[in-house]
């Protein structure tokens, strides 16, 4: 990949609406951060609601080890594949389009991953309640955290999923750890974890 690849690709995903109007260089740093939170991300890696590719084709290029992009819309996973192709990283990232609240039952998927990156998913208990089916024991839910915001993972809430939190926010991430295997009926039906937050 030649220098100043991704920046163009991230620029293209900002041109068709995927990626918010701040610079590019800063969406970049932005999801560098989630690597550093933890070193080095377990794998495989899954990014949810991965939208225009952050952090996940950011971290994608720069991490070794498979990686799975997810997102429900079309547009967005149509940009993902043209993007993971003339990033020349399509031989270890797959492109999954879906809900999260189906894809994890899927065995294919369930319990199967080191690590879950979610930057603008959703509210934190739809965020843990959709990434914890994903993680295997042991893995790491890393989740973007506005600055300042006060204390949004109740220990109780997190513990019905299997999950604890590991530490204070690092980098402006949340680390949270897959403790024990997320219960059967998680998670609940599509919408249901928007419409009925855990907390």
Same mark, same amino acid.
């Given at each position: 990949?030649?220098?100043?690849?991704?920046?163009?690709?991230?620029?293209?995903?900002? &041109?068709?609406?995927?990626? $918010?109007?701040?610079?590019?260089?800063? !969406?970049?740093? !932005?999801?560098?951060?989630?690597?550093?939170?933890?070193?080095? @991300?377990?794998?495989?890696?899954?990014?949810?609601?991965?939208?225009?590719?952050?952090?996940? @084709?950011?971290?994608?290029?720069?991490?070794? $080890?498979?990686?799975?992009?997810?997102?429900?819309?079309?547009?967005?996973?149509?940009?993902?594949?043209?993007?993971?192709?003339? @990033?020349?990283?399509?031989? &270890?990232?797959?492109?999954?389009?879906?809900?999260?609240?189906?894809?994890?039952?899927?065995?294919? !998927?369930?319990?199967?991953?080191?690590?879950?990156?979610?930057?603008?998913?959703?509210?934190?208990?739809?965020?843990?309640?959709?990434?914890?089916?994903?993680?295997? /024991?042991?893995?790491?839910?890393?989740?973007?955290?506005?600055?300042?915001?006060?204390? &949004?993972?109740?220990?109780?809430?997190?513990?019905?999923?299997? @999950?604890?939190?590991?530490?204070?926010?690092?980098?402006?991430?949340?680390?949270?750890?897959?403790?024990?295997?997320?219960?059967?009926?998680?998670?609940?039906? /599509?919408? /249901?974890?928007?419409?009925?937050?855990?907390?």
């Amino acid at each position: 990949m030649a220098p100043g690849d991704l920046e163009r690709v991230l620029e293209e995903g900002q &041109r068709r609406g995927l990626i $918010g109007p701040a610079p590019i260089e800063e !969406h970049v740093a !932005h999801a560098r951060r989630f690597g550093l939170a933890v070193q080095p @991300l377990p794998a495989p890696a899954l990014d949810l609601g991965s939208g225009g590719g952050l952090p996940g @084709l950011v971290l994608a290029t720069e991490t070794l $080890g498979a990686w799975t992009l997810l997102d429900a819309r079309r547009r967005s996973t149509a940009f993902l594949r043209w993007a993971v192709g003339a @990033l020349g990283i399509a031989d &270890r990232v797959t492109i999954l389009t879906g809900r999260a609240e189906e894809l994890g039952r899927d065995p294919a !998927h369930r319990g199967r991953y080191g690590t879950v990156t979610a930057r603008g998913f959703g509210r934190p208990g739809v965020v843990a309640e959709c990434a914890a089916p994903f993680l295997r /024991v042991g893995g790491v839910l890393l989740v973007s955290e506005p600055p300042g915001s006060p204390d &949004r993972w109740p220990a109780p809430g997190l513990a019905a999923l299997g @999950l604890e939190r590991a530490g204070e926010a690092r980098e402006g991430i949340q680390v949270l750890r897959q403790a024990r295997r997320c219960p059967d009926d998680v998670p609940r039906p /599509v919408g /249901v974890p928007a419409k009925r937050p855990r907390f």
